[in-house]
């Protein structure tokens, strides 16, 4: 490759990152990566880890969590790497470098971040009366909780036709 090329490639590479910004190329490698590990999986769980990691995100920017949203969205996003990997969640995380935090919501079901896979469970399961609970307990305004799952819909359905 020549230096020119080269040179090129760094600028562009350097122009996607100051446009997309760290965070944001962090949850697309995580993306990329949980597309890899369900590549012999049915879509419908990928489909379901990123409506969780973006509703998550949105719920926490809407409650006392905000200041974890982007550790609590890559939570969610491998809420289901167990499944999709056909091994204990444990196992699934083995060998990643994860906040404790995430880990022992994961693994555990206990810790600081659990209480939003509670929440998200609970939603998803319609089981309203608990999920006001939880989201009491967050200082979350349960009135956003719909708006914010269907941003978490169209922003899935926007990923997974990328992949399509």
């Not at 799952?149 to 990923?159: G, I």
Request: some cysteine; hydrophobic content about 45%.
């Amino acid at each position: 490759m020549s230096h020119k090329k080269e040179n090129d490639m760094y600028n562009s590479i350097k122009k996607i990152l100051l446009v997309m910004g760290f965070k944001e190329l962090e949850r697309w490698i995580n993306v990329l990566m949980l597309q890899e590990f369900s590549q012999e999986k049915p879509a419908e769980l990928t489909r379901l880890s990123l409506i969780r990691a973006k509703f998550s995100e949105y719920i926490a920017q809407h409650s006392s969590l905000n200041a974890y949203s982007d550790q609590i969205a890559m939570m969610c996003l491998f809420s289901m790497l167990d499944v999709l990997l056909e091994q204990s969640m444990a196992s699934a995380l083995e060998g990643m470098l994860l906040p404790e935090n995430i880990y022992d919501a994961l693994v555990y079901k206990e810790g600081k971040f659990a209480i939003m896979c509670q929440l998200i469970m609970a939603y998803e399961k319609g089981k309203w009366v608990e999920v006001a609970d939880l989201a009491a307990k967050i200082n979350m305004d349960c009135e956003l909780l719909s708006d914010g799952y269907l941003k978490a819909l169209r922003w899935t359905n926007k990923v997974m036709n990328l992949f399509s």
